[in-house]
């Protein structure tokens, strides 16, 4: 069984920092794609930051140069680093990692960050 686990959510005033951090648990071979998605209030899911271990990395239009998405060599964790941080990055914030492609994978149980005015 595969768990994925997220940490490092909370409340912060806009313009700071928070940073984000998964681990996946379980009889996995290897995990070549891990991503950042995020729900806000009302709104669906959606992708924020994506990592291939080919080195592809892809941001959504709403976070590039705010935040960077980091995987440690031969581990299976991710980080999140959210830098200048506005109301509208308010949501749950869920990872996936998965074998080959996000299309399928395994979800956290998410976590979530709150973005004061």
């Known amino acids: 069984q595969v768990r994925v686990v997220e940490s490092g959510g909370g409340l912060v005033q806009a313009g700071g920092s928070l940073r984000l951090s998964c681990e996946v648990f379980?009889?996995?071979?290897?995990?070549?794609?891990m991503g950042w998605y995020r729900q806000a209030p009302g709104k669906e899911r959606d992708w924020v930051a994506l990592?291939?271990?080919?080195?592809?990395?892809k941001y959504h239009d709403s976070v590039k140069g705010r935040f960077t998405i980091t995987r440690a060599i031969g581990k299976n964790t991710a980080s999140l680093q959210m830098n200048s941080l506005k109301p509208e990055d308010t949501g749950v914030y869920y990872c996936?990692?998965?074998?080959?492609?996000?299309?399928?994978?395994?979800w956290g149980q998410g976590t979530q960050v709150t973005v004061s005015s």
């Open positions: 996936k990692a998965a074998p080959v492609s996000l299309d399928s994978g395994y």
């Open positions: 990592i291939h271990v080919s080195g592809n990395i």
């Open positions: 379980g009889s996995i071979r290897s995990i070549n794609a």
